[in-house]
């Protein structure tokens, strides 16, 4: 098992980074005596790029290297995630009463068994699930396992930046640190990122559903650049700063909602026909595409739930320089990894 993939070194003060598709977000915390205190909280959007590939290990790494020197931290360690897209996860049944190295050796078997990689090629973690009442003569694992490669690339990218990682997470699990209670009940997550929108059902700390789709915002700015024959770069501007034609919301920004809205309608009918005694009580908005104007109006005329738009740190002190963003739910996953880090997290 590779260090950093494993739960880190609790500590008063950590730094979350989140590498994004289309922006670097870093978010300092510290512990204080009732909670947690925001000491940094900064952005640098990404390059578009035409060839719709991400920017390069150089550019990656000067961006890096620039919001750590902006922050004014002094922090060198700092909490990541791989992407949901290169991680899999299974609930494994066990016989009670093995020991630590011989359920380490059943999880490398099912690597073999279920992962497309060899146990050699895969960083593995694993925590042990509360017991099912129903099977008293066995023990739930999960288990969480992620290409070595991956690995291996974010240590690299870090370490080229002068920092260390001191560990790695699943982004849907850092965002469900960040933005639900324990105890809460059954909520949909809807995360709009550039290059991927993710849908999860959660429940206080279990994610019970899970799905990714390509309808996020890079698939609205190139609906953009091709309504009005812009570039990447305009169409991308254009949008965020709500400097668009008349005509874009009705033509261009409606219809692409009106997807989005189907899709989180048939996300929910899928979870339904799966857990059919279940009922959904509210959803969240999180990523730069909460800010989608009219989207949770739409969302709630259609879906009949409660709607609201992720506030990751809305229990939380601030320092005296910070600025508080406008966009904070685009800072809800480097939230939920800089708790990761926290002694008491809880998770
Ligand atoms: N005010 C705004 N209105 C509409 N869209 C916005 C606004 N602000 C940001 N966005 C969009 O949000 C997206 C970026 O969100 P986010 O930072 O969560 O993505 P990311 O983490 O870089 O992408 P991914 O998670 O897919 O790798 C971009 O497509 C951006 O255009
Ligand atoms: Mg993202």
């Given amino acids: 098992m590779i260090e950093g993939f494993r739960s880190p070194e609790k500590t008063k003060s950590v730094l979350g980074i989140d590498i994004g598709s289309s922006a670097v977000r870093l978010l300092e915390l510290s512990k204080v005596a009732d909670g947690y205190r925001l000491e940094a909280c900064l952005t640098e959007i990404l390059p578009v790029l035409d060839t719709g590939r991400p920017p390069d290990h150089e550019a990656l790494c000067q961006t890096i290297t620039r919001l750590v020197r902006s922050s004014g931290t002094s922090l060198r360690s700092v909490m990541a995630s791989v992407p949901d897209s290169s991680v899999k996860i299974k609930v494994v049944e066990l016989p009670t009463g093995l020991s630590e190295s011989e359920i380490e050796a059943c999880m490398e078997v099912e690597i073999e068994?279920?992962?497309?990689?060899?146990?050699d090629e895969t960083v593995f973690d694993y925590v042990l699930l509360p017991n099912n009442e129903q099977q008293p003569s066995a023990i739930r694992v999960l288990l969480v396992a992620c290409r070595l490669q991956e690995v291996r690339a974010r240590q690299h990218l870090f370490s080229s930046a002068g920092l260390d990682i001191l560990a790695l997470d699943v982004e849907g699990y850092a965002l469900q640190r960040a933005l639900l209670k324990?105890?809460?009940?059954?909520?949909?997550?809807?995360?709009?990122?550039?290059?991927?929108?993710?849908?999860?059902?959660?429940?206080?700390?279990?994610?019970l559903f899970h799905k990714e789709h390509a309808l996020a915002g890079r698939a609205l700015t190139e609906q953009i650049q091709s309504y009005y024959g812009l570039s990447l770069q305009e169409a991308e501007l254009g949008k965020c700063r709500k400097n668009l034609p008349n005509d874009y919301s009705p033509s261009v920004l409606r219809p692409f909602l009106e997807l989005l809205v189907d899709q989180v309608r048939s996300f929910r009918q899928l979870f339904l026909?799966?857990?059919?005694?279940?009922?959904?009580?509210?959803?969240?908005?999180?990523?730069?595409?909460a800010a989608l104007d009219g989207l949770p109006h739409l969302l709630e005329e259609s879906l009949e739930l409660p709607v609201s738009i992720a506030h990751p740190f809305a229990d939380m002190q601030y320092a005296e320089s910070m600025k508080i963003p406008s966009d904070v739910a685009a800072f809800s996953l480097a939230c939920g990894l800089a708790l990761r880090g926290m002694d008491d997290s809880g998770h």
């Fill in 113 to 119: 068994r279920n992962f497309p990689y060899s146990a």
């Fill in 182 to 207: 324990a105890h809460e009940p059954v909520v949909v997550l809807v995360n709009i990122g550039s290059s991927s929108t993710t849908l999860s059902v959660l429940i206080g700390d279990c994610m």
């Fill in 273 to 289: 026909s799966a857990h059919p005694f279940s009922e959904i009580n509210r959803l969240i908005l999180a990523g730069g595409g």
